[in-house]
């Protein structure tokens, strides 16, 4: 089992008297900041002239070039978009990370695939909160945190651990629960987490039950219902309580079904599949095509994406949300 710290684990003193540079305020930056600000840190952030610029001013910071940032700080959170932070460091970064620095991450990415190869007397951590920016800022606001992960890639100062928790207790992380990995464990299970179940798995399950039942002559609306609405108050079960109190609130005929059909369209195929995936996660496969992907300006993203934006089901939901008032202001 994996080390576990709560808020009585943190002691903010290993960072109070501490300059953090925040690099990016976007989803994390944003409301990784925010909160450390509340915490009563010392958080200044690292920017180009910009939409985010201009939003982080207005927000109270102190906002400045990243390299400005990087000089004035002690302690690095790289928070702008993976395939950008191997050039940005390089360009920007490397040179105010001086020895004593701690540089962190909140995905493991760019250290476990060697895209920044950092100096040897700086520590190397990373803090990742297992939730999207705007909830860690809107559960800290609610007195409550989003959990996180910490890990450890190098400890110069005997000290890095001390910082990292007190970093997660900054953005309220310590209040969920904050458990301690390696980056090659956050990096491989995070990538796979995403492609093969939460956002991969998940939208072509749904586009396919959707097609499915569209390509047989059901109304759009009752498949976007059916298959793509009710997802989430399933999903909300499941997270308050396992697959038991998902199936104690469905019906039988449902739990039924669920029980023996699942696992044909789940089956041998899927879960090849999601051994090939795991393999080109560990191998560097996959990195190796998303930062090639980038270098040559993103084609494949670019058109899949388009094409999946214009997939009926996206119509179809769009009219049915703007007659329901749950989706009001979201
Ligand atoms: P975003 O895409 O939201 O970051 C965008 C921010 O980065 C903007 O402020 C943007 O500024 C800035 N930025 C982009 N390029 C540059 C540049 N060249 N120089 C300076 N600033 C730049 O990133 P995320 O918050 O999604 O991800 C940040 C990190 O957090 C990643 O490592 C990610 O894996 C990790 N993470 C993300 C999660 C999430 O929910 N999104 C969850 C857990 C971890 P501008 O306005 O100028 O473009
Ligand atoms: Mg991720
Ligand atoms: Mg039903």
């Keep these: 089992m994996l080390e576990k710290y709560y808020d009585k684990d943190a002691d903010m003193s290993a960072i109070s008297s501490k300059t953090i540079a925040v690099i990016g305020y976007g989803s994390q930056?944003?409301?990784q900041a925010l909160n450390l600000k509340d915490s009563g840190l010392n958080v200044v952030i690292g920017l180009r002239p910009g939409k985010s610029w201009d939003l982080a001013?207005?927000?109270g910071f102190e906002v400045m070039e990243v390299a400005d940032a990087a000089k004035k700080a002690?302690?690095?959170q790289i928070l702008i978009p993976d395939e950008h932070q191997g050039a940005v460091y390089r360009e920007q970064i490397a040179k105010g990370l001086t020895k004593g620095k701690t540089l962190m991450f909140s995905h493991g990415f760019n250290i476990h695939f060697g895209q920044i190869v950092p100096p040897a007397d700086v520590d190397v951590v990373m803090v990742a909160?297992?939730?999207?920016?705007?909830m860690v800022r809107r559960t800290y606001t609610e007195g409550k945190g989003v959990p996180a992960l910490i890990a450890i890639h190098q400890d110069v100062s005997g000290n890095a651990r001390k910082l990292a928790l007190a970093y997660a207790k900054g953005i309220g992380a310590t209040r969920a629960v904050v458990f301690e990995t390696s980056f090659r464990e956050e990096t491989e299970t995070d990538l796979f987490g995403e492609q093969a179940v939460l956002c991969g798995g998940m939208?072509?399950?749904i586009?396919?039950?959707f097609e499915t039942l569209v390509e047989a002559g059901y109304a759009p609306e009752m498949a976007y219902l059916e298959v793509l609405h009710e997802t989430k108050l399933i999903v909300d079960l499941i997270y308050e309580g396992g697959f038991t109190k998902m199936r104690n609130a469905i019906s039988n005929t449902a739990q039924f079904g669920d029980l023996t059909r699942g696992p044909r369209v789940i089956g041998q195929e899927s879960y090849l599949a999601m051994q090939e995936i795991l393999e080109e996660i560990q191998t560097g496969a996959f990195a190796k095509e998303w930062m090639l992907e980038n270098m040559v300006n993103r084609p494949v993203f670019t058109a899949l994406t388009k094409a999946d934006e214009e997939h009926l089901i996206e119509e179809v939901g769009k009219e049915i949300r703007a007659t329901m008032p749950q989706f009001k202001n979201l």
């Design 29 to 31: 930056g944003r409301g």
């Design 57 to 59: 001013k207005s927000e």
């Design 74 to 76: 002690d302690v690095i």
């Design 129 to 134: 909160p297992k939730g999207p920016g705007h």
């Design 203 to 205: 939208t072509s399950l």
């Design 207 to 209: 586009r396919a039950g």
